[in-house]
């Protein structure tokens, strides 16, 4: 079997295994229940660093040539294991004998399962806390297991939910590709999350697609990019950070995350364990962004910098409990360019517009950011979007902008594009690109509809934007001062070039095809005329009948 069909065919068993768990789940009365995500993803990432741990020491010498390495490595004399966990990855989670799914699936009949299966989940959370755990802004570790039976209210059927849960993990094992990355894994997580992300419209629980993270990545990011730090302020689920360091490469960058939604903190703890960043999680803050920016430098005294900045920020959002403290002087540097006002409808202030001037004053000298913006922003006439798109034309920031096709996301019909900033290098205009005629539109579920890119449309957006390559009605590069001229609009439309196709025609052709016109006009004219005789004659009639 190639590689390709090997994924595929792991990829088949472990979205079986997601809808296993979610089968157990609907059994016990928990389908779409507030707790369900919770159980689905702490029983999955369990079964991943399970099979980790098992794959990992089966790289040792200790157990090249042994058949059963549960057995082996429960067997060891205590000293002699403990020497042998040194030998692992630094990344890879130490789960003692007790804690392994073979382990729990041979105790599964004994009573008190349920009790033996969350000590185990606790356990290993406790034993990995200084690898595994996350924080939130003041810095409190957050655990990476918290047991699961505790959801059951009752408790004669616990074991038994735990037990269920325990069969369908071993069912399969991940050993056959832990040797893939992003591609394989963020289909799987994709896949796992996506009954359990739909609170759009929040601090970053947009969920970005792929293509739009694809797209940033290959145009943010050059090919020699290395030791460099990768942020995103409203990081959702990871997408587009995951895709930026795929590209850099997962040993050549740090990355650093904030986002207040503690769910959304969970998944990208868990995108960040599958792709082989654990040394990032760390980075990973639960806290608001805009008033409490935790991720700071120079004694604590400014914010961090960084190298890369992605972005797909909540276009609309009600912030109206820390709006005036935003106005304040203390935040006066970052937020230059304003703070909008409490509307009638706060969940409608436009808190995009807070984000992007965090991330101009996040940027690191020489820095690149790329961030997903309302395509209104473009030409928006507000005193707050023109002084960004302002600053951005005036210092020479702006590298391009991608307008995307509309329902490119699946939760948001609002149309949008893509805003790269860029101050590693002098230039003297900008790419500006009307991709929004390309694409598939399809129905999702039966009766939302998306709008799908092709992996030939992915390659001409790229290699076009990268390329600064002028298309008809599609790209055009666009001298600062022409922008500036123009109320700093960044839509392509604005700047192409307006084509007439002339014919040319000897004096006797040009007589032929006036006299044609001509004659084509009379007769529309006399068309006019009886149609308005006509509609006269049915006036009367109806007065007369009347």
Known sequence: MTAAATNEAVLASTKAMIDGLKTVCANAGLANDSSEYKIITEAFLY??????????????????????IEEAYAAMPEDERELALISLRADTARLRPEYLLSTLFNKQNEEGFAEAFDAALRGIADDNMDIFSVKTGEGQAIRLFNGVSAFILEQNRRDAFCRSLVNKLAEFSFEQVFAQKYDFFSAVFEYLISDYN??????????????????????????????????????????LVLAAAHRIGEERCTIYTQDRSQKANEFMRLNLILNNLVHSL???????????????????????????IVSNPPFKADFSDTRDALAGDAYKTRFWAGVPNITGKPEKMEIYLMFLQHIVASLADGGRAAVVVPTGFLTAKGKIPLAIRKRLVDEKMLRGVVSMPSNIFANTGTNVSIVFIDASEEREGALLMDASKLGEKRKVDGKNQRTFLND?????????????????????????????????????????????DYVDLTPEEFNTELEARMTRLRELFAEGDRLQD?????????????
Do not use: C, M, W
């Open 47 to 68: 079964k991943f660093l399970n099979d980790k741990f098992i794959y990992d020491l089966r790289q040792l010498d200790e157990f090249k040539d042994v058949e059963n």
């Open 456 to 500: 030939d449309e992915i390659e001409r957006i790229v290699g076009v934007f990268n390329a600064a390559e002028v298309q008809d009605d599609f790209s055009v590069q666009v001298p600062y001062g022409d922008i500036a001229a123009k109320g700093y609009s960044f839509s392509a439309g604005q700047y192409f070039e307006v084509k007439i």
């Open 534 to 546: 006509e509609i006269e004659r049915q006036l009367k009639q109806v007065r007369f009948d009347g």
């Open 198 to 239: 739909k609170d759009s419209g929040t601090y970053g629980e947009y969920f970005t697609p792929h293509s739009i993270a694809t797209i940033i990545a290959r145009i943010l990011v050059p090919e020699d990019a290395k030791n460099v730090t990768v942020y995103d302020p409203a990081a959702g689920t990871g997408t």
């Open 282 to 308: 760390p980075h990973v803050v639960s806290d608001d962004t805009l008033a409490s920016p935790r991720h700071l430098e120079n004694n604590d005294k400014a914010i961090k910098r960084f190298d890369y």
